[in-house]
T-cell receptor
């Protein structure tokens, strides 16, 4: 298994540009989520999905969109990039969110810089 | 919302010694899960240990063990026989029991193992 994969690893955008961060998992996990990691603030949840066709907002959803058309993929879209979105982005997945199998597996992260 | 507090931004320990990282959390839930994740310089998030709140026995994984005090809402991580490879950022995380629930992360503790 490749686990959780993210592309790209690094990205530089100009203010106002849009882009999509890709996330895929091959473990047949139902639960997928996106976090951003900023210095001194830990990981904060942006959006999450409990299955194909179902998404919901996390703690910091503004400026981001998600969709979940398949179990495997969970892309994160930045609609109009702002310097405040400069961060490291992590995608994660888990088999479930209750009971056995609720530990999250993380992708390698995407470092995004918005100029 | 739940909160997770890690009050030690940085710690260091001599190789082969023991170190304890602190974590407290705030919740009104009775059923939940607690986790410690490690993030080495490679940036990859790695699960270290997991504890179910309904279990009184403290979880252990090789050199890693926790001291879970439910009444005090405390969840510390003890690393025994510290190794250079333990140098990393350590994050404490909380998740309510049940489907579709979110992870809440602390701000992390940067641990350096000194040769």
């Amino acid at each position: 298994n490749a686990g959780v994969t993210q592309t790209p690893k690094f990205q530089v955008l100009k203010t106002g540009q849009s882009m999509t961060l890709q996330c895929a998992q091959d473990m047949n996990h139902e639960y997928m989520s996106w976090y951003r990691q900023d210095p001194g603030m830990g990981l904060r949840l942006i959006h999450y999905s409990v299955g194909a066709g179902i998404t919901d907002q996390g703690e910091v959803p503004n400026g981001y969109n998600v969709s979940r058309s398949t179990t495997e993929d969970f892309p994160l879209r930045l609609l109009s990039a702002a310097p405040s979105q400069t961060s490291v982005y992590f995608c994660a997945s888990s088999y479930s969110t209750s009971g056995t199998g609720n530990e999250q597996f993380f992708g390698p992260g995407t470092r995004l810089t918005v100029l | 919302a739940q909160t997770v507090t890690q009050s030690q931004p940085e710690m260091s320990v001599q190789e082969a010694e023991t170190v304890t990282l602190s974590c407290t959390y705030d919740t009104s839930e009775s059923n939940y899960y607690l986790f410690w994740y490690k993030q080495p310089p490679s940036r990859q998030m790695i699960l270290v240990i997991r504890q179910e709140a309904y279990k009184q026995q403290n979880a252990t994984e090789n050199r890693f063990s926790v001291n879970f005090q439910k009444a005090a809402k405390s969840f510390s991580l003890k690393i025994s026989d510290s190794q250079l490879g333990d140098t990393a950022m350590y994050f404490c995380a909380f998740m309510k029991w049940g489907p579709g629930n979110q992870f809440y992360f602390g701000t992390g503790t940067s641990l350096t193992v000194i040769p």
